[in-house]
């Protein structure tokens, strides 16, 4: 059995962690629209649909944009 080597040696993919970071997004907003679904209009929000990049590159947002 191979184990990763210690020291900082990880690797982080940014589009992987912000795909990740909007689909949580989604099940946040899809928990708390009370059993209906989501509109196409409020995935669009969730997922910042049209908005421009934030400058700094990352996919920003402080969480909680959830759309009802």
Do not use: F, K, N, W
Not at 31 to 41: D, I, K, P, T, Y
């Amino acid at each position: 059995m191979r184990v990763a080597p210690g020291g900082g040696t990880a690797v982080q993919d940014h589009v992987a962690l912000a795909e990740i970071e909007l689909c949580g997004e989604l099940i946040i907003a899809a928990s708390a629209a009370g059993g209906e679904r989501l509109s196409m209009e409020s995935i669009d929000l969730v997922l910042r649909v049209g908005e421009e990049p934030e400058a700094g590159g990352g996919p920003g947002g402080s969480g909680g944009s959830g759309a009802q």
